[in-house]
């Protein structure tokens, strides 16, 4: 089954940091450009990172430009989204995506994550 | 940045009725748009992409067209199962993204 599993959400205070994974399965990870995108409570969605297959390009939303770096594994089938500087506004759920045709279609279930003191 | 515009942002339809979401995009995005339905607690599930190609064993009463700056996601008969929010995205541009959501609700 084609999956993306997401974790590494949680609650962190603000100005703190926090490294989400994705794991992904039953596909050639390798072969696929990746991305970030999130959602904060009762909001839509916000796209945030991308990732070329390769690793080797990556583009960041200016929400995040400066905070956040996007990262894979290829070898471990994994993405990863490091947020630093979290802050109130971060709060939401995270989730990540595979690019086919310019459009995303495999998405994980989504790590929750709270920024609060 | 392109900026993606949604209208409109609820809908009240009932079961039965054709139902049409448009999208416009700030700038040209030639057919380099995605359709995508969500429902509370999940994650989104992609629809449409390349403006009008339908996404394997989604319904065929969805269907998208446009191109350049105007989009429309159609439903051609609303089903139970349709009830939800849609989103457009632009992939045309480094930044993919996303509209402010449409929500169909029950009439």
């Known amino acids: 089954e084609v999956q993306l599993v997401e974790s590494g959400g949680g609650l962190v205070q603000p100005g703190g940091s926090l490294r989400l994974s994705c794991a992904a399965s039953?596909?050639?990870?390798?072969?696929?450009?990746m991305n970030w995108v999130r959602q904060a409570p009762g909001e839509g969605l916000e796209w945030l990172s991308y990732i070329t297959s390769g690793g080797s390009t990556v583009y960041y939303a200016d929400s995040v430009k400066g905070r956040f770096t996007i990262s894979r594994d290829n070898a471990k089938n994994s993405l990863y989204l490091q947020m630093n500087s979290l802050r109130a506004e971060d709060t939401a759920v995270y989730y990540c995506?595979?690019?086919?045709?310019?459009?995303?279609?495999?998405w994980g279930q989504g790590t929750m994550v709270t920024v609060s003191s | 940045d392109i900026q993606m515009t949604q209208s409109p942002s609820t809908l009240s339809a009932s079961v039965g009725d054709r139902v049409t979401i448009t999208c416009r995009a700030s700038q040209s995005i030639t057919t380099w748009l995605a359709w995508y339905q969500q429902k509370p607690g999940k994650a989104p599930k992609l629809l449409i992409y390349?403006?009008?190609s339908l996404e394997s064993g989604v319904p065929s009463r969805f269907s998208g067209s446009g191109s350049g700056t105007e989009f429309t996601l159609t439903i051609s008969s609303l089903q139970p199962d349709d009830f939800a929010t849609y989103y457009c995205q632009q992939c045309k541009s480094y930044s993919r993204t996303f509209g402010q959501g449409t929500k169909v609700e029950v009439k």
């Open positions: 039953g596909f050639t990870f390798r072969d696929y450009e």
């Open positions: 995506g595979r690019e086919r045709m310019n459009a995303f279609d495999i």
């Open positions: 390349k403006a009008s």
